[in-house]
């Protein structure tokens, strides 16, 4: 072995040990302070990684964007879904028996009405919807911070996610505790000055406008506060997850 490529395999290999303490080191500070998603450990999982911890990194606490009451869009596109037996029976009956449980880790269990979620400070914001399909619209939304449903239960130190449910239980979903006490993410009960339309997920739906529209849950029942995703479904954080959209879906 000549000189030079002794040489040339000493960089090469000192380059190579550097680059893996480096990454080793970048992986136990994105573990240490929570950087790493729950869908981390699929195909695009280096990918996927790299965007959530960039987002939490750089933007951080950032607000989405929110528009003037005149580009609110006139003819919104309701993407159809199937809520179900359970919603139909519930619609039947006015939503007088709609109930959204809170649960997991907090001090105080809820299980709010309606006319409950309507009590607490009402939070307004015009925001864009944008679909990973490529469609979106703008719309105003009202109802409750999740932050303040989150707060009257009495939210336990440990919770890293927050899980939530329709009424389809197929249809679920999770969040970093972070964009669940984000001011922007809504318990929404009205749109565009008028109740929530059914098309839109009403009686209740999550708005979480920094995400793409699949993380707004349409139908929302359910939101339980956990310390790790790996025990609900498959372990990626969620139906589309499961179905090879990305958990962290920000925009």
């Known amino acids: ?38 869908d981390a450990g ?6 996927e990684t ?21 580009m609110i869009s006139t003819a919104p596109f309701a ?9 139909k029976r519930l619609e039947a009956g006015g939503f007088a028996d709609w109930r959204l449980e809170v649960g997991g880790m907090v001090a105080r269990p809820l299980s709010l009405s309606l006319p409950d979620l309507r009590r607490l400070p009402e939070r307004s914001q015009i925001t864009q919807l944008a679909c990973e399909e490529g ?34 239980p197929d249809s679920w979903e999770t969040i970093d ?21 059914v098309g839109f997920g009403g009686p209740l739906r999550l708005r979480v406008p920094r995400q793409l529209g699949y993380k707004s849950l349409k139908f929302l029942t359910r939101v339980v506060a956990v310390d790790g995703v790996r025990h609900l479904g498959q372990g990626t954080g969620g139906a589309n997850p499961q179905w090879g959209y990305s958990w962290y879906a920000g925009i």
């Open 1 to 38: 072995m000549s000189g030079m490529s002794r040489r040339t395999l000493l960089t090469r290999g000192l380059a190579a040990a550097a680059g893996l303490s480096g990454l080793s080191v970048a992986a136990r500070l994105a573990e240490r302070y929570g950087l790493i998603p729950p």
């Open 42 to 47: 699929n195909i695009y999982g280096m990918g």
């Open 50 to 70: 790299l965007t959530y911890a960039a987002n939490r990194l750089i933007v951080g606490d950032s607000p989405a964007r929110e528009f003037p009451r005149h």
């Open 79 to 87: 993407n159809p879904s199937m809520p179900g037996e359970m919603f």
């Open 135 to 168: 469609w979106s619209y703008i719309a105003e939304w009202r109802g409750a911070a999740l932050a303040d449903v989150l707060n009257a239960a009495g939210l336990l130190p440990g919770a890293r996610y927050l899980a939530y449910y329709s009424t389809d």
């Open 177 to 197: 505790i972070a964009e669940a006490r984000h001011p922007q993410t809504l318990v929404t009960w009205g749109m565009n000055g008028n109740d929530l339309p």
